[in-house]
């Protein structure tokens, strides 16, 4: 292993700005025909670093870069270009920075806009293309140019100030369900979108606490709400204070699962999970015999978290980076939760089929760590495949300075079996600092790639994103 994997990993998320067009010709080995669509991707690239160098932005901070690589009969071309928010713009006319989470700008700014930086997480649903982040609405882009269209607040039916970067699709019905959450009573939001992009649903929901609250998950008949052992805090938001100050971790607060039916005005029942922590992201929920089954992600130092996302691009993270696998057994009726961890090998972005999410599912898959490692190196170094009937899984060999992004499944047909299609994951070789899209033979995750489709230019490692056919 690598001599300092804190350093490298920070150097995954460099920002490169570079907006361009062009074919990608570079292939090691072979795309496959059956890929046939676009794999967005998001992910911060700041375009103007602030004085004390990009080093020192929060892992949240960063003008949003979305991606569009393209695929046709076995030929590959790419596209990038930056969400054109009214904050990106004025920064663009000032031509200096003017501030994010973790940095001030270096010198004040008149009535400056909000940051409005949609750089988590971009979606494809009812003929629109969203780039996404969790404190405003969606941001519409063009999704065969990247042209910016502007903010789309839910054809004016929001309840809220925002909504989060992590819409569910229902792996039948086509309905996006939506959250969002807020300082200020009530605490969180729910909204269904149509297959045709209507509106059908805009409700409040009353919650215990003000959370953070990444994401949510969706089963074929209820919502579920991970409401963590994190507190947002309106007072010091008001006062100015840095992201920092307004989020904190309490380990007096156990994580609670809320869990509501997804017909209009159903009540929530807040569950009690026996344990303290953080979730960003389930990987999946549904229901078998009157449970409800989901699994996630979960930070056990939620402290240790926040204080990471605050450093790490600085090339300086601690253990409360890494997260593990855990399923959660919900009993609706009885109002209890059994949590079960599944594995002490790190692990985030768990992503599955999507033509399932909702419903149970076989396999899952995720980015992690070779076994024992620690910070850094308990990150995104292989991608895994987990088998949720044998508890077993398999891994792309780790290789030395290479770190990969979130694992998006493309089946092979649209009736093709769970399993049967490629993982496509962003590769980083921190060595020959260079980017690729990795594809993978899904059903063989620990054989070499069937592909590797060089960028000419590095993409910082970003967060997330998905296929649309």
Not at 124 to 131: I, Y
Not at 322 to 329: G, I, N, R, T
Request: glycine share 8%; hydrophobic share 40%.
């Amino acid at each position: 292993m690598e001599a300092d994997a804190n350093s490298l990993f920070a150097k995954a998320w460099r920002p490169n700005p570079v907006e361009t067009s062009y074919e990608m010709t570079e292939i090691e080995g072979s795309v496959p025909r059956e890929i046939c669509g676009t794999l967005y991707r998001n992910g911060p690239c700041q375009k103007i670093a602030p004085e004390i160098g990009a080093g020192a932005l929060h892992l949240f901070d960063g003008d949003a870069l979305v991606h569009a690589i393209r695929f046709e009969d076995g030929k590959v071309s790419y596209l990038g270009r930056f969400a054109q928010t009214e904050s990106y713009l004025r920064e663009q006319r000032e031509g200096r920075y003017c501030g994010g989470l973790n940095v001030r700008p270096e010198v004040a700014i008149d009535e400056p806009p909000p940051a409005i930086q949609p750089n988590t997480n971009v979606v494809a649903h009812g003929g629109r293309l969203f780039a996404l982040v969790e404190n405003a609405p969606p941001f519409e882009m063009d999704p065969v140019t990247l042209e910016s269209k502007g903010l789309w607040p839910y054809d004016g039916k929001m309840v809220g100030m925002a909504t989060t970067a992590h819409p569910k699709i229902d792996g039948k019905t086509g309905q996006m369900l939506i959250h969002g959450y807020q300082p200020i009573e009530p605490y969180l939001q729910l909204y269904v979108v149509e297959p045709d992009g209507e509106v059908s649903l805009a409700e409040a929901i009353e919650a215990p606490w003000p959370p953070m609250m990444h994401d949510f998950a969706i089963t074929e008949n209820y919502v579920v709400f991970p409401l963590c052992s994190v507190y947002f805090d309106l007072e010091p938001m008001l006062q100015g204070k840095r992201f920092t100050e307004v989020v904190t971790a309490r380990d007096d607060l156990n994580i609670k699962l809320g869990v509501r039916g997804r017909a209009p005005g159903s009540p929530v029942r807040w569950i009690d999970v026996p344990s303290t922590g953080f979730m960003f992201h389930p990987g999946n929920a549904y229901e078998r015999d009157g449970k409800i089954y989901m699994d996630a992600c979960k930070y056990e130092d939620a402290a240790g978290l926040l204080e990471s996302l605050s450093t790490v691009r600085g090339g300086s993270c601690n253990s409360g980076i890494v997260a593990h696998p855990y399923l959660y057994e919900i009993d609706v009726d009885a109002g209890t939760c059994k949590e079960t961890k599944l594995s002490d090998i790190g692990a985030e972005f768990p992503r599955l089929d999507d033509r399932l999410v909702g419903y149970e599912n076989r396999w899952g898959y995720a980015a992690t760590a070779e076994a024992g490692a620690k910070e850094a190196e308990a990150v995104f170094r292989r991608v895994t495949k987990y088998d949720r009937q044998t508890g077993k899984s398999v891994h792309r060999p780790v290789v030395d300075g290479q770190w990969v992004g979130e694992p998006v499944f493309v089946p092979r047909s649209p009736d093709a079996e769970e399993d049967d299609g490629f993982v496509l994951t962003l590769l980083f070789d921190a060595i020959a600092d260079r980017s690729a899209i990795e594809i993978l033979d899904a059903r063989n995750i620990d054989a070499e790639p069937l592909a590797r489709v060089w960028f000419r230019e590095r993409v910082p490692m970003g967060f997330h994103g998905n296929f649309a056919p």
